[in-house]
Every structure is written in structure tokens, then in C-alpha cells.
């Protein structure tokens, strides 16, 4: 398979749209001379045992609960003819997107999914991981997506994506992780990704993040950079900028 990829944000120009513990139940005897003294439940712990365990949580319920803890800290990113996605990383108002996505202008909207629109300035670019931290214009205190200091996913596992295909905001898409690249992307099942889904998050089944979307292979799998050279940008540009910033 060629790991050539098409970008996302050009082509969305053309879319408008513990095991159990195995212990055996035993009832402890004492030979103490000729007498036997057994143990037994107080009432209390009798009702205690009665109570229902929690049923475990549908595929349906955790991943609506990774949309609505996530999607705030989605944003759609205009730059000039170009539509894409991103994502608050600070609180403070820096985004996180592909390098792809701004390339055509140092200054961008952004919009969030709550509907209000910002504009921000390109303030770093990662040329080798396709790359760039946008910092908007506000004095907001915004959502942010919590974000892993490891990837361990194992392939098969559920993974989400959220982002702006064809310029829809918030669209929650699902697939499965399928390996790590030899150039150390992250690829996921065919159909998670759509052209307008560049720079936005891709996240495991804790909602955290674990990478950011970057493109599609011919086969019309996904490709994501990982957070590991993500987390080294970021710290690189924190540092360059003397910002106190938490990620």
C-alpha cells in the first residue's frame, strides 16, 4: 500500500455538504476442643449484597459522552478558500491544526461549536508533521480536549473523530485503529475520515486525544500524527514564546 495521502482541506473545497476472582464460597470452621463456631453475614452486609450492580455502559452511550465532553473544543478554521478543522488545546486560546490547513494565510477565522468566531494568527508551524498552533484573539477562558503523554491503542481498538467534513461542524464519526506507519502516523479504518477533517482531534474510547487528522491513503484509510511529536511542537513553541500554558 502506498502511504501517499491526499490532503483533507483541499479536498473539502469540492464537497459542500479483574478477571472474576475464582474463589470457591467456604465456610470456615474452627475445631476448637469439641466445639465448631461457624462465621456469618451481619443483615447488613445480606442487604448489601442484594444491591443491583451498575449495567455496563452501551457503544452508544460512551460515545455520546465523548461528543459532548469534546466537541466544545472542536473548531472549524477558515483560511481564505480553505476549510478545516481544530482544536483548543489552552485555555487561554491556542489551537492545534494541520500545517496544510492555514497554509495559504498567516491569519484565519475560527469558529466554535458553540457558534461564536474568533480570529487568530499563525504563530507555529511544523513543516515535518504537517503542523500549526493558532492563537486566537480573546480573553475567553475556552474548553480544552484533555490529551494523552502516550499512544496505547492496540489495533482493532474503537477510535472517534470529530471535525468539519465538507464544512459541517461537529460531525462525530467512528472507527477502529488499525496499526502505527513506519513513518509513525497513526492509521485508522476506511470511512472514519472525510475531506474537512484535517487538524481536527482523533480520540480513544476515554475521549482523550490521541492524535490529530491529517489525511487518507488511496484505500480511503485515515492517517493521524501522533501526539507523541504533537506534545515536542507544542512544548518547542510554549518554550519559544515564554508561555506558562498547560496541554
Known sequence: ???RYLLLCLASLLLIVAVPGIKTATQVLTDLGSSRQTSSASPSDRQASNLPSAA?????QIASEIFQAVNPAVVTIYSGREIGSGVII??????????HVIWS??????KTAGGKTYRGWVTSVDMQYDLALVQLETRD????????SKVDIKPGQRVYAIGSPGGQAGTFTKGTFTRIT??????????LLQPGN???????TQGEMIGINKGLLEDGSGLATSVIPV??????????AGSKSSY
Not at 141 to 148: A, E, F, G, Q, W
Open 141 to 148: 477562558v475556552l474548553p480544552t480536549v484533555r490529551m494523552v
Open 1 to 3: 500500500m502506498k502511504l
Open 198 to 204: 484535517s487538524g481536527g482531534p482523533l480520540l480513544n
Open 105 to 110: 494565510s498567516p491569519q484565519v477565522k475560527v
Open 182 to 191: 513506519r513513518h509513525g502516523s497513526l492509521q485508522i479504518s476506511p470511512g
Open 231 to 240: 506534545r515536542m511542537f507544542i512544548e518547542r513553541t510554549r518554550r519559544a
Open 56 to 60: 455496563p455502559k452501551s457503544e452508544q
Open 90 to 99: 489552552t485555555p487561554e486560546g491556542w489551537v492545534l491544526t494541520n500545517k
